[in-house]
């Protein structure tokens, strides 16, 4: 035995250094009991605080995650008929894409829209559309998210006010709306004011669903687009993580006790193809934010601690080259958000990195979740990783690379003052650099584009945006803006601006403002008004 364990020592290994990813953290060969000997032993079983293994004691065995497929193209006809295939294939949550010009307060009639009307989302520009949205679908009994941060105030208003049309209060509304605007200075880009009257914006809108909306989650804190962007894993987790402390402060310096909004602050999250690290991660994130929330903020109310978190699969690894392999890394991707214990889920299609996704690719990407759920048995036993060597080790290295990270972020001030100096961006272009570098000398191995690459023709159908599409919601909208009452329109956007100059809440007035048939250009336009439009400084 001695003379095989020398033998097996001299193996020369494939690689000099083995890294989760390829800024990531140095992975040993194997991990035994005395790794864990110097880390803090976190026995807490499930349910329980810190929430490590999952926040609910019986995971998945009382009720799975929410199937929520995100979807939104063309008009709302067309979204419309998504909505109800995908509900007919086992969807159990709606996630609604809206095109560019309404994430950034723009009416598609604005010359700023021209050639995007529909192409990335739904064109949404009125209380007229977000009714026909969702026509036929019942907003009291369906979960709904929807992906709008610069214009959030404007789209729940629409969303309530449609509901209300539809017989349902807004105490009954289920879902959650994105409204977090910091990302968007970091990595999306989607915003129109600067960062504080974006944050009052986010701020009013949570502190109106914790008196008004119960069940509705406030704001959806994203890590997502920053992994998108290039963020490492502990990145992703960090600077999430420091997102949320800017708003649960700004919440309180609002007035407002951490219990009341807490419970209603969700997370969104990227999977990467690296399953272990990912899931580590996730075990990470809900021990850190339980920890802040309870020891920074004083928080009593254990659903303040809990990180309840939605994963989307990692859209920046899908390739074009060879598309079927996508669905292989979107498996291993769902798997991890699952094993990671997510609340809800969402897998892209193989097509993605071609077009939005057509009919048949959206059935396979659903029907991966439901295969996982329903034959893997991975969701029959609350965090089945828990207690692996590695796993553990891991995680406590994820959250050790966080807590250096808030700490950082603290010094400067925090999150906001660290967003305008530009230091979350350099992190992440930095990291971004590192990865692309790496996949141009081969270092990092993406199947299909630097190795095990072949000559095809591409099979694929893809989806395609009807150029009539734009020409069909303008018209629609001009004849909006005839036929309703103008001078009704005129008061009322003074009324919004009134309110925006004041500390009144600006939800109210929205809803006030949308069921008069403003559109989302014209209450955005009237913020800009008020606070004026942001240009972001250089930080290169």
């Known amino acids: 035995m001695r003379r095989l364990g020398k033998a097996m020592e001299e193996v020369v290994e494939r690689k000099k250094e083995f890294r989760t990813t390829v800024d990531g953290t140095v992975v040993k060969r194997v991990y035994t009991p005395t790794d864990l000997e110097e880390l803090e032993q976190d026995t807490s079983p499930p349910g329980e605080y810190p929430f490590t293994r999952h926040i609910m004691p019986t995971g998945y065995r009382s009720r799975l995650w929410t199937m929520r497929q995100y979807s939104g193209f063309a008009t709302v006809e067309e979204t419309n008929k ?194 272990l690290e990912e899931v580590a991660k996730f075990k990470a994130l809900r021990r850190v934010w339980a920890k802040i929330m309870k020891e920074r903020f004083g928080a009593q109310n254990p659903r303040s601690m809990m990180l309840r978190f939605h994963v989307q699969t990692d859209g920046f690894t899908l390739t074009e080259q060879q598309p079927l392999n996508n669905i292989t890394r979107v498996t291993l991707q769902a798997l991890a958000g699952v094993l990671g214990g997510c609340q809800s889920l969402h897998t892209n299609s193989f097509d993605e990195a071609l077009a939005l996704p057509n009919e048949e690719a959206v059935q396979v990407a659903l029907r991966t979740q439901q295969i996982i759920a329903h034959e893997s048995g991975v969701a029959d036993a609350v965090d089945p990783l828990g207690g692996s060597y590695y796993i553990e080790w891991l995680t406590d290295k994820i959250e050790e690379g966080i807590r250096k990270y808030i700490a950082e972020i603290d010094e400067m001030g925090g999150a906001v003052a660290a967003v305008k100096k530009g230091y979350i961006q350099r992190e992440i272009m930095r990291s971004a650099y590192d990865y692309q570098k790496a996949v141009d000398s081969a270092e990092q191995v993406v199947v299909s584009v630097n190795k095990f690459t072949s000559e095809e023709k591409l099979k694929v159908k893809l989806l395609e945006i009807d150029e009539k599409v734009e020409k069909k919601q303008i018209e629609r909208l001009k004849k909006l803006k005839r036929e309703r009452d103008k001078e009704k329109v005129r008061q009322v956007l003074d009324k919004v601006r009134q309110v925006a100059q004041s500390d009144e809440n600006v939800m109210p007035v929205s809803v006030e403002a949308v069921k008069a048939h403003a559109t989302v250009g014209e209450i955005s336009d009237a913020f800009r008004d008020v606070f004026g439009e942001y240009r972001e400084p250089s930080i290169i």
Not at 98 to 124: M, N, R, W
């Open 82 to 275: 998504r909505y109800k295939y995908l509900y007919q294939q086992g969807n159990t949550g709606f996630s609604v894409a809206f095109h560019l010009p309404t994430q950034e307060g723009y009416d598609s009639d604005h010359p700023l829209a021209v050639g995007e009307v529909g192409k990335c989302g739904v064109a949404i520009d009125s209380l007229q559309d977000m009714e026909e949205l969702w026509e036929g679908i019942p907003l009291a009994d369906v979960s709904t998210s929807m992906t709008i941060n610069a214009t959030a105030p404007i789209i729940l208003a629409m969303y309530i006010a449609a509901a209300e049309k539809q017989g349902a209060s807004q105490s009954e509304l289920r879902g959650t709306v994105q409204n977090d605007l910091l990302k968007e200075y970091i990595a999306r880009n989607t915003y129109f004011l600067a960062p504080e009257p974006s944050i009052r914006l986010t701020t009013d809108l949570c502190s109106y669903c914790a008196q008004n909306m119960p069940k509705w989650n406030s704001i959806s804190i994203s890590g997502y687009h920053m992994r998108e962007a290039g963020a490492t894993a502990i990145q992703e987790a960090a600077f999430t993580l420091a997102n949320g402390i800017a708003y649960v402060q700004a919440m309180i310096d609002k007035g407002m006790e951490v219990d009341s909004f807490a419970p209603q602050f969700s997370f969104f999250f990227a999977a990467y193809t690296n399953l």
